[in-house]
């Protein structure tokens, strides 16, 4: 790849394309190396999930509105985008999240680390346990550990805390953001840090009091608690089911101790940012690639040779077909799109991907927002919001008080509230017209809030195959995907459906990305990255 310059695609244009066409691009600048980058996007717009609406004096977040603050490549990218200042913790004052249990909201109890209780007094205060529920539970520091490996969420829970902990308070903490299936998710793609601590000293009680006796190194974050620790509705996913914890104030005030962070003018002025950074990339939406092929380098391209055989470690070009029926060729390509998307564009390159990619299930779901005068809500709206166990048998899964947690998603005399329909198994809403889903909404939201109010705003969003399911043997699949992809040098899987569904597992999916192929094409190193 010498004597000219290289040229990589980036295929997909939401917050992993993006963040990997940004990197491309500064990092070729910082080194003094020539390259050309495009980036593709089928839909007419950037930022994927990524989507804010301001109207009105709100600021509605269509998909994620936040980030996990622990989690640091979001935040440092804002920062590096000279957006640090607009990064916004959540309000200190309204962090408590609520669970429906029987009709009623019951405060996540005090005293829980997920959901063990590490205070039993604080724990027994609770109504949202039966006595026997919580004598299960507090039996967690005496149940033998499991054996190593994955298994199902429902399957971990209810052998360390027992059935009433996993129907009434973990199956809606821990699988909300994937908007999935305790009884199909996997513990070690998921949560793995919790097998982990369980595989360590027996138990989570155990670990988490040697953490606060002994710091990090005792595997849990002193102070750690389930109404701390992101409990709040569909907390921290880059998908549409993702919602943070409170906010209000500047970067630094309270901050610390925030378990999210959002952006003042919602998470759009990220991908506007990056967007107008990307000065030295070719950037197109509304194109769709439909074929990528890859031929030896040095070799002329013939339609329809895709294949370039099993063992192939040598630098290829690729060639991309588009919609409009042009086609023009590439070093290296960065696959930023779905799974299954991802199939249909790899498999005539590296067939025995295919199976792994489709066997990632995706779930629908929709967000519904509703604004209102805050003077016609009786509610007081007094935490983050609340999430809704399957045995509740209702329509919306979480209700996020928006405006309770971001000062900046409504004025004063405003109220925002943002509600989740659709999770796997639960896909009937999909079928709603938009009107029969707010009267759906407003028809819950009375009966547990006793909202009457007409709202000055709604807005329905769908979310199509939005939600990628790590089930059990996910990480497994993966490997099999970067396997199959170690034979085909100059192509990289990356974002939500593998490493991570966050804001900022995409983020760090797509800065990785950029860098391995960056020492692929300037010749470094020819092993193929894989699947970042």
């Not at 050309?36 to 990524?50: F, H, T």
């Not at 604080?122 to 004598?135: E, I, Q």
């Not at 953490?211 to 998908?239: L, N």
């Not at 919609?323 to 960065?334: E, M, N």
């Amino acid at each position: 790849m010498t004597g000219r310059r290289p040229h990589v695609a980036v295929i997909g244009g939401g917050i992993t394309g993006l963040t990997a066409a940004y990197f491309l691009q500064e990092t070729a600048r910082e080194q003094g190396r020539p390259l050309s980058v495009s980036l593709l996007e089928a839909s007419d717009r950037l930022g994927g999930k990524i989507l804010t609406e301001r109207v009105d004096g709100f600021c509605i977040e269509a998909g994620p509105d936040s980030f996990l603050a622990r989690k640091p490549w979001a935040r440092q990218l804002a920062e590096r985008l000279g957006l640090g200042q607009e990064l916004v913790p959540t309000d200190p004052r309204h962090r408590r999240t609520y669970i429906l249990h029987g009709g009623r909201l019951h405060p996540i109890p005090e005293g829980l680390f997920m959901f063990v209780p590490v205070d039993l007094g604080a724990f027994l205060r609770t109504r949202l346990f039966s006595p026997l529920g919580k004598a299960r539970m507090a039996l967690e520091p005496f149940i033998p550990k499991g054996p190593a490996g994955d298994e199902t969420i429902a399957r971990f829970v209810t052998r360390r805390a027992g059935r009433e902990a996993l129907e009434r308070l973990a199956e809606p903490l821990l699988t909300g953001i994937y908007s999935g299936r305790a009884d199909r998710l996997g513990i070690m793609s998921t949560f793995p840090q919790l097998k982990e601590m369980e595989q360590r000293t027996g138990s989570l009680v155990k670990s988490f009091l040697a953490g606060r006796s002994g710091g990090a190194a005792g595997g849990a974050r002193p102070g750690a608690k389930a109404s701390g620790t992101g409990a709040g509705p569909k907390a921290g996913a880059a998908g549409p089911g993702a919602n943070g914890a409170a906010g209000g104030g500047g970067a630094n005030a309270g901050a610390g101790d925030s378990a999210f962070l959002a952006l003042r003018g919602g998470l759009a002025t990220l991908v506007e940012t990056l967007t107008q950074r990307l000065d030295g990339v070719s950037v197109r939406t509304g194109i769709r690639v439909t074929e990528i092929a890859a031929h030896p380098a040095g070799q002329p391209f013939a339609p329809g040779a895709g294949h370039i055989g099993e063992t192939a470690l040598a630098p290829a070009i690729y060639s991309l077909t588009l919609s409009d029926g042009t086609r023009f060729q590439a070093d290296a390509v960065i696959v930023a799109v779905p799974a299954y998307v991802a199939a249909q564009l790899i498999g005539p390159i590296c067939p025995e991907a295919v199976p792994h990619l489709q066997a990632i299930r995706f779930v629908s779901t929709i967000t519904c927002v509703l604004g209102f005068d805050r003077a016609s809500v009786q509610h007081p709206l007094d935490g983050s919001g609340f999430l809704v166990p399957r045995r509740e048998g209702r329509c919306i899964t979480a209700c996020t008080w928006v405006s309770s947690k971001w000062a900046h998603a409504a004025k004063p005399d405003q109220a925002l509230i943002r509600c989740y329909l659709g999770r796997d198994g639960e896909q009937e809403a999909l079928g709603w017209s938009d009107e029969e889903v707010a009267v759906a909404v407003r028809r819950e939201l009375k009966e547990l809030m006793g909202i009457t109010a007409e709202p000055r705003l709604a807005r329905v969003y769908r979310w199509e195959r939005a939600m990628p399911q790590y089930e059990v043997g996910h990480r497994e699949r993966v490997a099999a995907i970067e396997g199959s992809l170690a034979r085909h040098p100059g192509l990289i899987l990356a974002g939500a459906s593998y490493h991570g569904v966050g804001v900022p597992d995409c983020i760090r999916q797509g800065q990785d990305a950029a860098e391995r192929i960056l020492s692929y094409v300037f010749g470094k190193g020819r092993q193929h990255p894989g699947v970042e």
